[in-house]
């Protein structure tokens, strides 16, 4: 089992930019695709970015595809979501994942999330 903590979540007025972190230990996080989600109150956890184990395939959500950008350092078991232009949509808790897979019900490890609020 793989350990994830999110970090970087906060305020930001909409056009701003936030750069969210997952640390992983416990696991062989370099030979896992891993994945981020988000949650609105009150609605399902939903895809947002996912990245293969060596950070040479990226699938995004068509919602934040050509804002947000995922990236991995494999040295340092971290993975980082670059997210530009926010807009008041994008207000959700963020989560990592483990898997390389955009199902947000299949089995996987996941970190505790960070919030992201974004004001209009």
């Known amino acids: 089992q793989v350990q994830l903590v999110e970090s970087g979540g906060g305020l930001v007025q909409a056009g701003g930019s936030l750069r969210l972190s997952c640390a992983a230990s416990?696991?062989?996080?370099?030979?896992?695709?891993m994945a981020w989600f988000r949650q609105i109150r009150g609605k399902e956890r939903e895809f947002v970015a996912i990245?293969?184990?060596?950070?040479?395939?990226?699938l995004y959500a068509d919602s934040v595809k050509g804002r947000f950008t995922v990236s991995r350092d494999n040295t340092k078991s971290t993975m980082t979501l670059q997210m530009n232009n926010l807009k008041p949509d994008d207000t959700a808790v963020y989560y990592c994942a483990t898997n390389y897979n955009r199902n947000p019900n299949s089995k996987r490890d996941w970190g505790r999330g960070t919030q992201v609020t974004v004001s209009s």
């Open positions: 416990g696991g062989t996080f370099s030979n896992s695709g």
């Open positions: 990245i293969s184990w060596n950070g040479e395939d990226t």
